[in-house]
């Protein structure tokens, strides 16, 4: 049974640090304190994140807590991990508003048992210079140099803040402040998490062990996923919108995705990957069950199919998705009974201009009732343009009505 768990938990992880720590941790005979730290710094729980949250859901289910330290302290500082220059600073507002958006998006992945979810302004915000010096006196200005970002902006002289120095150090307390047994992040953080290691022992707690687990790159196939880069599927997201992200990515992330984003087991997404790499399986169908998979995952179940059946209808078929949402003509594209559609689509928030609306159109990016518009300076009456759907690019639909 204790190798079957093990097994569990160390499923898809990049790195355990100290090796073996895991299953001493796991020979205590008492549930673990699993820490995971995230900053709420963006609207939407992605599946790049989710990626962590669901290796913390494995700890819960095998008996052992997750606390949930949302960063809401350490948002306003910036992590500097994988980054060239600095972090713009966010306001406490901005930060609280996110945090309180975040926080139902968490839950959809975790359990309500065996959670406790910590916000380390808690600990951090009533730090005293007294205390912020005997921090700071924990660590040396050469080991902050061994982190591969901050090293390589040295080298490069680019600016790097005393305040950036602080993060590993703010995200190393939090492990203190909770008396974490382990700490999981994805590969980035690995640095930040060590720190957190060294400040527990000299706060004279047992260190925790260090899970880290792979970075998932963006729809793009480059970048890491980020909203930031606009290269992400959110969790929330409409299931339909969620399919037709995920059929976009490269076939070569095909398997990482099932590995990291789908609740198939290890041995299958292995057998899975010989396939696609020795030709037996093809990439396009692996991709369609990754893609269903997933929005079982956050939509339910048979919320997959359905959400393929409409993709095929829309990029096989040509064809327009059964329910699309009514969208009211604003008044103030109407000029003389007639609408220009690139205005329509800018103040739909579809383009961010006229010529780039004009261009959408020019390529053949714009239909209506599954027609091309072929003419980019046309002027459409009012009454042809109500009642018929509108659809920009391969995703979005609208059903056009009049302004009431």
């Known amino acids: 049974m204790a190798s079957d768990t093990l097994s569990v938990l160390t499923s898809g992880a990049a790195e355990i640090v100290p090796e073996g720590g ?34 913390l859901r494995q700890f819960q289910d095998q008996g052992h807590v997750a606390v949930l330290i949302v960063g809401d302290f ?67 200005v050469a080991r902050m140099l061994e982190r591969n970002d901050f090293a390589q902006r040295y080298r490069a002289g680019r600016a790097i803040s005393i305040m950036e120095f602080m993060y590993p150090l703010l995200q190393g307390m939090d492990s203190v402040a909770v008396e974490s047994d382990i700490e999981l992040g994805g590969r980035d953080q690995l640095f930040n998490n060590l720190v957190g ?19 998932l790159e963006g729809i793009d196939g480059v970048e890491k996923m980020s909203q930031s880069l606009g290269n992400y599927v959110g969790i929330f997201e409409p299931a339909d919108e969620m399919f037709g992200k995920l059929m976009s990515i490269p076939d070569s992330l095909v398997a990482k995705y099932l590995r990291l984003c789908t609740p198939l087991g290890p041995e299958e997404v292995d057998d899975i990957e010989r396939g696609l790499n020795d030709g037996t399986l093809l990439p396009v169908e692996q991709k369609r069950r990754m893609a269903r998979e997933i929005v ?107 302004p009431g």
Request: no cysteine; aromatic share 6%.
């Open 197 to 215: 290691r060294e400040l527990q022992r000299d706060y004279g707690q047992d260190p925790q062990v260090v899970l880290t687990m792979p970075l």
């Open 296 to 402: 079982d995952l956050y939509h339910g179940r048979g919320a997959g199919s359905r959400a393929e059946i409409a993709f095929d209808l829309v990029h096989r078929e040509r064809g327009v998705p059964e329910n699309v949402a009514e969208t009211p003509i604003p008044a103030a594209v109407i000029v003389d009974g007639r609408v220009w559609l690139p205005r329509l689509l800018v103040t739909l928030g579809r383009a961010s201009s006229n010529s780039e609306a004009r261009r959408l159109i020019d390529q053949g990016g714009v239909r209506l009732d599954s027609q091309a518009v072929s003419d980019s300076e046309a002027e459409i009456p009012l009454e042809e343009l109500t009642g018929k759907v509108l659809q920009i690019g391969r995703r979005w639909f609208g059903r056009l009505e009049a």
């Open 22 to 55: 895991l299953q001493e941790k796991l020979t205590l005979g008492r549930p673990l304190r699993v820490k995971l730290g995230l900053d709420p710094t963006a609207a939407d729980v992605t599946l790049g994140w989710a990626v962590v949250l669901r290796k």
């Open 74 to 140: 350490t948002a306003r500082v910036g992590d500097p991990s994988g980054r060239s220059d600095k972090r713009p600073r966010l306001s406490k507002e901005v930060v609280q508003a996110y945090a309180d958006r975040l926080l139902g998006q968490f839950r959809a992945v975790l359990s309500d048992e065996r959670l406790e979810v910590r916000y380390n302004s808690e600990w951090l915000e009533p730090m005293d210079m007294e205390d912020v010096l005997k921090l700071t006196a924990s660590y040396t």
